[in-house]
């Protein structure tokens, strides 16, 4: 299996990555590690407040595409910046997590590029004799 | 890979088609337009492989067309159009991109270039422009989280999205003309605020007269030439008049409707049988349940962005009249749509029809005579607004007969990216950047470091030489070229 978690990929307009994981639920939080890490230097974000995030999809490309962007939207919605989310149960065609961060501040937060959503382009979820990958591309 | 040069083949210096024939399962032949040196960075990128996969679209009418600022986007390329049949063709979500009326407007001042760089009344050693910058800096919130001078309630979000840029002149946002200058009056009238879901409500409720990020600006210009002398007096522009250029969309409720309904429509793919080679071109039968849900979500959702561009006008005429004095008025030339799909009136293989148009990074452009545009500009046609990459310039073109005939009345929409956002950032830094404007006269605020590094204008396409392509091909007619003196962006 990958060592890493993530990384990130190159599109000629936006920008997207490569999570891995020993188990889908792994692949699921490394996922969620590299949108954050996206939006904000995670060194500054403090784990002060968590949401429960829970979505549902109907096959594994489905299911982390709506992870990732209620993810997103809780952020925005909220304006809260997220560091971390753990995967408490995943079923076949539904996730439930918990997301941790804090209030978004502007002195003390970098925010990298915004990430409007997170797109089907090119994404794939995939199981292999070293465990799981998954390819995702956002819209900037 | 990308597609090879040789699947084009060559209709005339502007023209490049790739047949039906090229791929199994499309429907029709897709048109690019553009020249040698602009086909040879299109072929750089998936973007045409995009276009012939939009081909495949059921119910598709005439040709799969892409702009000469096209690039590679998400299912859609950036910069593509496609129409298709109101009885049993699709809708697509993909077709009209996250930043749902992600747009443009132009207003133009009484003031010229000089009042500008005049000495700042207080400030002895800087010219009102930097304090001017300064103060739109100010009110007009950019960047991620930002949030805007009037948050509304979610009752009052209903209203703003049933109701577009008239909800905001209601409240004072506006003067009473400034409606009949956008397109679509600043609303669709089919927008449905119930099938906006309650997340991406919760993220637009408190962005109304926000920017946003990434490529979205403010840009204070001035008109640095005229083309057409008499179009550009019915338009109310002139050498050396100062303009203000306001390119931003739907900001996260439209990108929420894009989100949710792109699920929605791969879930019911299935359903109505339909398989595409991309599945961020998920599509539903515009007709249907799902298809209409989104239609008027998105309608909603064109709606907020009308509403938005609306509110920061007025808070760009307040700016302007702070720095400069009460007798500043800033005119709204009109406001364009460049992500959007309305049903329009067409003449479609001899028959007129109506059709379900999607343009993604692509303008209207109708010609003169239209009854869809201001009166005051029937008889010359459709100003088309065509903002260019940051601190390069911008361009006023009018609508002809020829894209009524060619591109359902379409034309491009900016610059087009040439490199993408993290080659940008390598080997540049904000200092360096904000000094090689500056030494050209652009004054440069941003809210973040990439806002900056990833829109430099190396990072796009040459907009002269996207306007030229679109000129010559008669899709629509040079008038202005502006020139940035001040830019404010995410």
């Known amino acids: ?140 | 890979m990308p597609i090879p040069r040789s699947a084009l083949q060559k209709l005339d210096d502007l023209r490049w088609l790739v047949p039906r024939s090229t791929r199994e399962g499309m429907r029709t032949d897709a048109v690019i337009y553009a020249d040698e040196k602009l086909l040879a960075q299109i072929l750089g990128d998936l973007s045409i492989d995009q276009a012939i996969n939009v081909a495949f679209l059921p119910g598709i009418v005439g040709r799969s067309l892409a702009m000469p600022d096209m690039h590679q986007g998400y299912g859609f390329p950036i910069g593509g159009v496609a129409a298709t049949r109101l009885s049993d063709g699709v809708v697509s979500p993909g077709g009209v991109g996250f930043d749902i009326n992600c747009g443009v407007r132009l207003l133009a001042s009484n003031l010229e270039r000089d009042a500008l760089l005049a000495r700042d009344d207080y400030e002895k050693n800087v010219p009102k422009l930097r304090t001017l910058v300064n103060q739109l800096f100010r009110d007009i919130p950019s960047g991620t989280g930002a949030e805007g001078p009037i948050p509304v309630t979610f009752p009052e979000l209903d209203d703003v999205l049933a109701r577009g840029a008239a909800w905001a002149v209601d409240h004072g946002y506006g003067e009473a003309s400034d409606t009949e200058y956008c397109e679509e009056h600043g609303a669709l009238p089919s927008a449905d605020p119930s099938q906006v879901s309650h997340r991406a409500k919760q993220r637009g409720r408190t962005q109304l007269g926000t920017l946003g990020s990434g490529n979205h600006f403010l840009e204070v210009q001035y008109v640095e030439k005229i083309f057409e002398p008499a179009t550009a007096n019915v338009f109310g522009l002139h050498e050396g008049q100062v303009v203000v250029l306001i390119h931003c969309g739907s900001r996260g409720l439209g990108h929420q409707v894009c989100t949710d309904f792109l699920k929605t429509m791969n879930e019911a793919m299935r359903k109505y049988n339909i398989t595409l080679p991309d599945r961020q071109l998920a599509c539903v039968p515009s007709q249907s349940p799902e298809g209409q849900a989104y239609l008027g979500a998105m309608a909603a959702a064109a709606n907020f962005a009308w509403a938005n561009r609306q509110v920061i006008t007025h808070f760009t005429r307040r700016a302007f009249q702070r720095i400069l004095g009460d007798a500043v008025r800033l005119r709204l030339v009109y406001d364009v749509a460049h992500n959007m799909a309305k049903t329009e009136h067409h003449r479609v293989n001899h028959d007129e029809a109506d059709i379900l148009v999607h343009r993604k990074g692509a303008t209207r452009c109708f010609a003169a005579g239209s009854p869809f545009i201001p009166s005051a500009y029937r008889g010359v046609g459709q100003p088309v607004i065509i903002p260019g990459s940051m601190g390069t310039a911008s361009y006023v073109l009018v609508g002809t007969q020829r894209a009524m005939d060619e591109t359902f009345g379409t034309v491009c929409h900016g610059a087009g990216r040439a490199m993408s956002r993290t080659a940008a950032k390598r080997g540049r830094n904000v200092r360096d950047e904000t000094q090689k404007l500056e030494a050209q006269g652009v004054l440069l605020r941003s809210e973040t470091r990439d806002g900056i590094l990833e829109e430099v204008p190396e990072a796009y396409k040459d907009i002269d030489a996207v306007i030229d392509v679109v000129h010559r091909a008669g899709l629509a007619r040079r008038v202005a070229r502006l020139k940035p003196m001040g830019v404010i962006k995410g």
């Not at chain 1, 188990?23 to 429960?52: D, I, K, P, Q």
């Not at chain 1, 549902?56 to 939207?73: P, V």
């Not at chain 1, 465990?131 to 591309?137: K, L, N, P, T």
Request: overall charge negative; charged content about 30%.
């Open chain 1, 1 to 140: 299996m990958e060592k890493r978690p993530f990384e990130i990929l190159e599109h000629p307009a936006d920008i997207g990555f490569r999570a891995y994981g020993g188990t889908r639920e792994e692949l699921f939080e490394n996922a969620a590690l590299a949108l954050f890490s996206l939006t904000c230097e995670l060194g500054a974000v403090e784990e002060r407040e968590s949401r429960e995030i829970e979505t549902t999809g109907s096959d594994n490309e489905t299911l982390l595409y709506a992870w990732l962007a209620e993810l997103l939207a809780v952020a925005e919605a909220e304006r809260l910046v997220f560091r971390r989310a753990d995967v408490t149960a995943l079923e076949p065609n539904r996730v439930h997590g918990t997301a941790y961060g804090e209030p978004f501040d502007r002195a003390r937060h970098e925010m990298g590029t915004h990430i409007k959503a997170v797109t089907f382009h090119q994404l794939f979820v995939e199981q292999s004799a070293e465990g799981w990958r998954a390819q995702v591309f956002v819209d900037l």
